[in-house]
């Protein structure tokens, strides 16, 4: 592999797209058990949903360099290569590629606004002004302790209702409430960095969710909703709208209790990816556990 497309692969961080994809896999296989998927509907739901997660990961570090928040002292650039901070690729190129992305999502959601309905351009658009304005003017929200917030509805109720809808042209209230353990699970990928990162973030001058609680309330707060994330899908899986299939997602509670007894001790300097890799487990799982129900 050239550096050129490796450093567009680091650019894009492609190892996050497997929460969008799980995010539109579950709106889809729940509209499965209702009696309904297109599997090239489902493609399209989750080419355009990716288009937009490497656009927003592209723009939000253009940002972020841009403003001067991510420098060579950021805790992030210790385990992971920054290409755009390192200099390897042009701020103006980055930010090209980043509304190009978002360009062919686009193209992706007329059609599917065309044929499905008005719902898929409302929550495109919603969508692309969350991750545009994440760290861009005037909103800078990221900055303001609301990543955390649209995280979650981005990658919960946001883009599973909108996998079900595109399938079904249908809103769903079971889809809400299955996309909410999921999407808790995704926001604290960024509670975590965010709680590793108060000293940094302090010096920078962000207001971030755990710098506002104080760390140890912010750490408090990522173990409840750990658990909270399990107890949910136990609860629907055992009282509805989930079948008891689910409860297979407990196979992942080794991997959750394992990063809590770390995380209780010492924040590691890898806290965010050691959560998205607890986020993957629950997440596959989930999806097995409807296919199941599916096959069942």
Known sequence: MSHFVRDWLLASRPWSFSMTAISVSVGSALAALDGSFSWPLYGL????AVLMHAASNLVNDYDDVRHGVDSPEVPTARYRPHPLM?????PGHVRAIAYACYALATVIGLYLTATRGWTVFWIGLAGTIA??????????YKYRALGEVSVFLMWG????????FVQRQAVSIDAL???????????LVLLANNIRDVPYDRRQGIRTLPI?????KGLAL??????????AVVAMALFGPLRPWSLIVLLAAPLAFKLLRRMAVEVPLDADAQTAKLDTAFGLLLVASLLLEGLM
């Open 86 to 90: 390192d200099g390897r690729l042009a």
């Open 177 to 187: 409430l299955v996309s909410v353990p999921f999407g808790v699970l995704v926001a």
């Open 131 to 140: 991750g545009i304005t994440y760290t861009a003017a005037p909103l800078k």
């Open 157 to 164: 109720p946001l883009m599973v209702t909108g996998a079900y």
């Open 222 to 231: 990522y173990l409840a909703l750990v658990v909270a994330a399990f107890a």
């Open 45 to 48: 739901s989750l080419t355009a």
């Open 212 to 216: 506002l609680l104080g760390p140890k």
